[in-house]
């Protein structure tokens, strides 16, 4: 079976730019998550959704961030404009529903120069 | 007060012996308790989860809950080179499915 996949795998952009990143959850999962990883804050959680509804936000950092999920196989997590403090590993994650368990994308690698 | 805490490490054990890794957590309402295990530059890899009181095994791996002392641990028997890398405890948030993670412990095995 096929795990989560993330678009691209790394990014550099220049500040300023827009940058958008892309998952594919695990098929028949109902839960997708979006993190973000630094060595100075570890993982955070940013956003998730439950059957493609966004239930808690409270993680994304600015106005600048914003995640949508149109279906169930794809969502994006968009960032305008970026800037380099907004460099990290940007994780996907999905699971079932009914359990906790979550289950990570390989990440995207952003740096912002 | 962090929400989840774990002692940063390293962590050192000599190969083949018990690697203990241990984890707090802040919030009573927490049901479900998470180890992952990350290599440097990969994503985390869901290893063990524990719901109830007391010790869960699988394999090498045993997980233990205290939710009276809000306290899980992840012991690793046999330890081996392969398992070197950072460990993160996850708790879930309530009621939610939102999962709080730990900053990880680094394990370092030595052959």
């Known amino acids: 079976d096929a795990g989560v996949i993330q678009s691209p795998r790394h990014e550099v952009t220049e500040m300023g730019q827009e940058v958008t990143l892309r998952c594919k959850p695990i098929?028949?999962?109902?839960?997708l998550f979006w993190y973000r990883q630094t060595m100075m804050r570890g993982l955070e959680l940013l956003i998730y959704?439950?059957?493609?509804?966004?239930?808690?936000d409270s993680g994304m950092p600015e106005d600048r961030f914003s995640a949508k999920m149109p279906n169930a196989s794809f969502s994006t997590l968009k960032i305008q404009p970026s800037e380099p403090r907004d460099s990290a590993v940007y994780f996907c994650?999905?699971?079932?529903?009914?359990?906790?368990?979550?289950?990570f994308g390989p990440g995207t690698r952003l740096t912002v120069l | 007060q962090k929400e989840v805490e774990q002692n940063s490490g390293p962590l050192s054990v000599p190969e083949g012996a018990i690697a203990s890794l241990n984890c707090t957590y802040s919030?009573?309402?927490?049901?479900?308790f998470f180890w992952y295990r990350q290599y440097s530059g990969k994503s985390p890899e869901l290893i063990m989860f524990i719901y109830s009181n007391g010790d869960k095994e699988d394999g090498r791996f045993t997980a233990q809950l205290n939710k009276a002392s809000q306290y899980v641990s992840l012991l690793i028997r046999d330890s081996q080179p392969s398992d070197s890398a950072t460990y993160l405890c996850a708790v879930n948030y309530g009621a939610t499915n939102k999962l709080i993670f730990g900053t990880g412990t680094l394990l370092a095995v030595q052959p």
């Open positions: 994650a999905s699971g079932p529903q009914g359990l906790n368990e979550q289950f």
């Open positions: 919030d009573r309402g927490s049901q479900s």
């Open positions: 098929s028949g999962h109902d839960y």
């Open positions: 959704f439950n059957n493609n509804v966004p239930i808690d």
